[in-house]
């Protein structure tokens, strides 16, 4: 099953824009997932089963490295990326 989702990172302190980036280069990381970023989100599309296990894993790492931060995501069944019918 395809997943795509849709990420906004709001960390909780006055240098957000180096935990913001490190999140998505991370996300980038993984070559089975297609990541799109623009100025207001994070789309990630892939396999249900790796999405879910990135997000879990990346989340966490963030907040072990850069402390507090708002998450907000958005599930949708199917791979909706730009460009699929």
């Given at each position: 099953?395809?997943l795509?989702?849709e990420?906004?990172?709001y960390p909780?302190?006055d ?7 490190d999140f ?9 997932l297609?990541?799109?970023t623009?100025t ?7 396999e249900?089963?790796?999405v879910?296990?990135?997000?879990k894993?990346?989340i966490r790492h963030s907040?072990?490295k850069y402390g507090r ?6 599930f ?9 019918d």
């Open positions: 099953m395809k795509s989702v990420i906004s990172k909780l302190k240098e957000y824009i180096p935990a913001i980036k998505i280069d991370r996300l980038n990381t993984y070559l089975d297609k990541v799109i623009n207001m989100s994070t789309q990630v599309f892939g249900y089963d790796l879910m296990d990135v997000m894993k990346e907040y072990e931060a708002i998450f907000v995501c958005k949708i069944e199917g791979d909706l990326s730009p460009g699929k």
